[in-house]
């Protein structure tokens, strides 16, 4: 990461709430063309959330402490507070001196930006102006939230905007940290369904239909992150969810379907994305 930081735009996407199981099976059954392009391999990495619900998961990750890979093992981290006798903490290992990520590569010289999702991103209490409050710049309106259809196309439009503006596109200008917390996947999903209803609710079947629906659209966001420079991009979930399994709905439980989640990191470079 010594050798990305600074010459990489980032990328950090939370796909909130996405299940590995569901995520593994729409790649592999080719449901999911633009994310299978771009992950090593078409695949997803099997990971552990560092939380089971959104505020504990995103405390971490902007901390630095993104999901863990589900296997044993001491796994250095790419990004990691400057912290006395952290062991995953290596040579590879971008180490700042700030309580969270933003910070850290604010003071490195990234403009950073929160476009948010669910209900801890929304800026209207204390509570959901904690995470936008790390960036320099972060924006939430209704639209980007969970119970619109259209929720992921707005927050595209919305990054567009900010990143193009002030003639950052086209070349030269501040490295841009971009972090999206996705809020499609969160129930209420129901409405991607062609003939969801609220009776029916949501279930797996809602949960892989917006899965879908943010596939279709996460090109465009790939693209405007490769428009200037390559980019180091991160797109993961933070934590799963239950439809019923053991007789467990939601997170924010101790639950395989919560705990493990699917995660990629990879490099695009400039103009890879058309």
Known sequence: MNAIVGGHDILLVTLDTLRYDVAA???????????????PGGRWERRHSPGSFTYAAHAAILAGFLPTPAEPGRHPRPFAARFPGSETTAGGTWVFDAPDLPGGLA?????????GGVGFFTK????GSTFPGMFAESHWEPAFGVTS????????????????SEGVAGGGGRPVF?????SALHQPNWFFLPRGTREHGDGRESHAAALEYVDRHIGRLFALMT?????FAIVCSDHGTAYGEDGYVGHRIGHDV???IPYGEFVMEAGEWP
Not at 107 to 115: L, P
Not at 154 to 163: N, S
Not at 227 to 231: D, I, L, T, W
């Open 25 to 39: 099976e729409l790649l592999e059954a080719g449901r999911l063309p633009n994310l299978a392009r771009a992950l």
């Open 107 to 115: 003071m490195a010289g990234y403009r950073t930006i929160c476009v």
């Open 124 to 127: 209207l209490t204390p509570l």
């Open 149 to 164: 259809p259209t929720s992921f196309e707005e927050q595209i439009t919305w990054a567009e905007q900010a990143i193009r």
């Open 178 to 182: 971009l972090f999206v917390n996705v």
């Open 227 to 231: 428009e200037r420079r390559p980019c």
């Open 258 to 260: 919560v705990w493990t």
